[in-house]
């Protein structure tokens, strides 16, 4: 089959376009702007484009199938192009869906930890073995590519994202998957700029248990009240309800462990969070005919996906920590987690402001309080990701205020950030930065060995 991707730089469309050719069907592209890493791995899979932009002209009726991209634009030349041909127009969802459509499948969907517990799923059923088709938004360790599809695999894991499908489709894309097996982690307001009221966001994840095939599972965290409403309000009578709690665990010398029938069972992750998320991935595995012994042997070492709490470096009394966090929910989770971790050390928190929903004035109250777990505070936010986003410009006052107390730093130069981190006494003491962008270019692991050296 021949499949042309629109916008192949993107993180997932690139992932997605190495797993097609890798499957053997022929795979070309076009994009506009390509960057790192996306870049080398099309390069090294031969599927770069010659030439960046968009060229109507290679849209030819010998394509079978268009993938489009979400970086695409309506009007896109070779968009427009291939409807003239009425060649087959997938979206990113849409064309996974139909990967699928004879798997069982597993559709992980919250406002916070879908990467990781769609991760500990995937590194259990590797290390037993199963074969399974996958899409994660993070790099995993054992796994060469973020997405992966096959003729033969009986199950397919998929993060589900609840952001739009593409340019031409405003559903979300984890409605597109009609799950087996769905998992609400967590409700917590995000993407504002598309989901305008709290009300209309929380709506999507009725819909999405609306989307669940015939008498499928629906688990769902029994602890976030806003989930449990969701599924308690649901008509659907031939679903199976699942509910899951924080694991109980226990913490000694900076390990985190599972309790088990009275056995301890050490993890190489932390955090109530990942307690949460621990407990979701168990209850999906055991679906798939997993048994509890099984879980626990290869959930001890689940080492984390890139980002996620991700150790940049450590020293004698020092650690730096990365995490992708960017909503209040996750801000909050993650400072609480490196705070129990290292109850004795000073925690200074870095913060960037880089989606559209933390750039916008009016959701800033959303993060007031998030920052009580931090001994030092600072929040940077790049006026230049304000202009491309086309957003009204905010003074640091604004993000000052939505805050609240403890009132952090606020940066707009990463340079002058970072000049004041390496000035730090950083003796017994932590730093955890947070966002879903790189702090305006800043090399975040030579920062982070050059915290760990003072």
């Known amino acids: 089959m021949r499949v042309h991707f629109i916008a192949i730089g993107g993180s997932a469309m690139h992932n997605?376009?190495?797993?097609?050719?890798?499957?053997?069907?022929?795979?070309?592209?076009?994009?506009?702007?390509?960057?790192?890493p996306s870049l080398s791995h099309l390069k090294n899979h031969g599927l770069l484009p010659s030439h960046q932009g968009w060229n109507p002209s290679i849209i030819t009726p010998e394509i079978e199938a268009i993938v489009l991209g979400m970086h695409a634009r309506a009007d896109n030349p070779e968009l427009l192009r291939a409807k003239e041909l009425a060649i087959k127009i997938y979206s990113y969802p849409e064309f996974l869906y139909e990967q699928s459509r004879q798997k069982t499948r597993i559709v992980v969907g919250g406002s916070h930890g879908k990467t990781t517990i769609t991760s500990m799923i995937m590194h259990v059923l590797k290390h037993l073995?199963?074969?399974?088709?996958?899409?994660?938004?993070?790099?995993?360790?054992?796994?060469?590519?973020?997405?992966?599809?096959?003729?033969?695999?009986?199950?397919?894991?998929?993060?589900?994202?609840?952001?739009?499908?593409?340019?031409?489709?405003?559903?979300?894309?984890?409605?597109?998957?009609?799950?087996n097996i769905a998992i609400i982690s967590g409700i917590s307001w995000d993407h504002i700029n598309v989901f305008p009221?709290?009300?209309?966001?929380?709506?999507q994840f009725a819909k999405f248990i609306d989307c669940i095939e015939p008498n499928g599972k629906i688990i769902y965290c029994a602890d976030d009240p806003e989930v449990c409403r969701v599924v308690e309000e649901s008509q659907r009578n031939d679903i199976k309800r699942i509910p899951y709690h924080t694991h109980p665990h226990g913490i000694a010398n900076g390990i985190w462990s599972l309790d088990f029938n009275g056995t301890s069972i050490p993890l190489k992750v932390f955090g109530k969070h990942n307690m949460q998320n621990i407990s979701a991935?168990?209850?999906?595995?055991?679906?798939?005919?997993?048994?509890?012994?099984?879980?626990?042997?290869?959930?001890?070492?689940?080492?984390?996906?890139?980002?996620?709490?991700?150790?940049?470096?450590?020293?004698?009394?020092?650690?730096?920590?990365?995490?992708?966090?960017?909503?209040?929910?996750?801000?909050?989770?993650?400072?609480?987690?490196?705070?129990?971790?290292?109850?004795?050390?000073?925690?200074?928190?870095?913060?960037?402001?880089?989606?559209f929903s933390s750039l916008t004035k009016d959701f800033l109250g959303q993060y007031n309080g998030t920052l009580t777990g931090a001994d030092v505070a600072y929040v940077f936010f790049n006026p230049h990701a304000l202009e491309l986003k086309k957003l009204p410009p905010i003074d640091p006052n604004d993000?000052?205020?939505?805050?609240?107390?403890?009132?952090?730093?606020?940066?707009?130069?990463?340079?002058?950030?970072?000049?004041?981190l390496l000035q730090h006494n950083w003796g017994n003491s932590n730093l955890l930065i947070m966002t879903s962008g790189n702090l305006a270019g800043t090399d975040l692991q030579h920062l982070a060995d050059e915290v760990v050296k003072h």
């Open 197 to 203: 009221t709290f009300d209309i966001y929380r709506e």
């Open 399 to 420: 993000v000052i205020q939505g805050f609240g107390d403890p009132h952090p730093a606020v940066f707009t130069d990463a340079n002058n950030l970072v000049d004041v």
């Open 16 to 36: 997605l376009a190495i797993a097609m050719k890798l499957k053997g069907y022929q795979v070309t592209g076009s994009d506009d702007e390509i960057f790192e």
């Open 281 to 355: 991935a168990k209850a999906a595995c055991i679906t798939l005919g997993v048994t509890e012994k099984q879980f626990y042997n290869a959930i001890e070492t689940f080492e984390g996906a890139s980002k996620r709490l991700q150790l940049l470096a450590q020293g004698t009394s020092t650690s730096v920590f990365l995490d992708f966090a960017h909503s209040p929910s996750k801000l909050k989770a993650t400072i609480e987690a490196v705070r129990e971790l290292y109850p004795a050390r000073k925690l200074v928190v870095c913060f960037e402001l880089h989606t």
């Open 129 to 179: 073995n199963y074969k399974f088709d996958y899409i994660v938004g993070a790099q995993l360790k054992g796994f060469e590519n973020m997405v992966s599809f096959s003729d033969d695999a009986p199950f397919a894991v998929f993060e589900g994202d609840e952001y739009l499908t593409s340019p031409i489709d405003p559903r979300p894309k984890f409605h597109v998957y009609r799950p």
